[in-house]
């Protein structure tokens, strides 16, 4: 069955240092794969995303993500946090290339120390 | 920049209440879906909705729930018969037919029932 796995359900890190994010999944077909971004009282807010090409890319706010598809995993990273940053990811892959069904992970919950 | 609007923000009804979450699309989407997160759990997918039909629905959506595109502009979700267990964050999103695009989501309705 289809299924993505973050295997860290919340991560403290000090402002300034760097982040990564795991993330894994489990998908017979080609992976479409997304991170997306909630603030607290917030929608989700997409990353980036990963169709195809490029393995590393590179998204909005600073982050940027490698799709390894020996590892089954689209590790998401920053390479210094900033506070606002405080937020929960979520990784998901998608069904198609046109924004279709996703199924999403548990979540990651970052707090950010000053 | 265009987003997805949903209301109310907040809804609180009570069990055995029928309840419609509203939503309105980026306007030249033709893609729609609905997700839930029950309070600390993964954003789940409930059902997606093409050309004035539903195109796959989750086990989740059972006879309770509905999906309608009453006009050109709304989308919408409604629960015949509340549960506390349908108590939740719904998301609705869209996404357009450009391949290699993402879905966007709204702010999403918080449902409480009681």
């Known amino acids: 069955a289809q299924s993505v796995t973050q295997p860290d359900i919340h991560i403290t890190v000090s402002e300034g240092a760097s982040l990564e994010l795991r993330c894994n999944y489990s998908?017979?077909?080609?992976?479409?794969l997304f991170w997306y971004v909630q603030s607290p009282g917030q929608g989700l807010q997409l990353l980036l995303k990963?169709?195809?090409?490029?393995?590393l890319v590179q998204g909005i706010k600073g982050f940027e993500a490698e799709f390894k598809r020996s590892q089954s995993s689209f590790n998401l990273r920053k390479p210094s946090v900033h506070w606002s940053d405080a937020a929960e990811y979520f990784c998901?892959?998608?069904?198609?290339?046109?924004?279709?069904?996703?199924?999403f992970g548990q979540g990651t919950e970052l707090s950010v120390k000053p | 920049e265009p987003e997805v609007t949903q209301t109310p923000s907040h809804q609180v009804t009570q069990m055995g209440q029928e309840v419609i979450l509203r939503c309105v699309p980026i306007?030249?989407?033709?893609?729609f879906y609905w997700y839930r997160q029950i309070l600390g759990q993964k954003v789940e997918f409930l059902v997606s909705?093409?050309?004035?039909?539903?195109?796959?629905k989750s086990e989740i959506f059972d006879d309770q729930f509905s999906v309608e595109r009453p006009d050109g502009s709304n989308f919408t979700l409604k629960i015949r018969s509340t549960k506390l267990e349908d108590s939740a964050m719904y998301f609705c999103?869209?996404?357009?037919?450009?391949?290699?695009?993402?879905?966007?989501f709204g702010q999403g309705t918080r449902l409480t029932v009681v």
């Open positions: 999103a869209s996404s357009g037919q450009a391949v290699n695009t993402e879905a966007f």
């Open positions: 998908y017979g077909a080609t992976p479409y």
């Open positions: 990963y169709f195809s090409g490029d393995t």
């Open positions: 998901a892959v998608g069904e198609n290339n046109q924004g279709g069904k996703l199924i």
């Open positions: 306007s030249n989407h033709l893609y």
């Open positions: 909705f093409y050309n004035n039909e539903i195109s796959e």
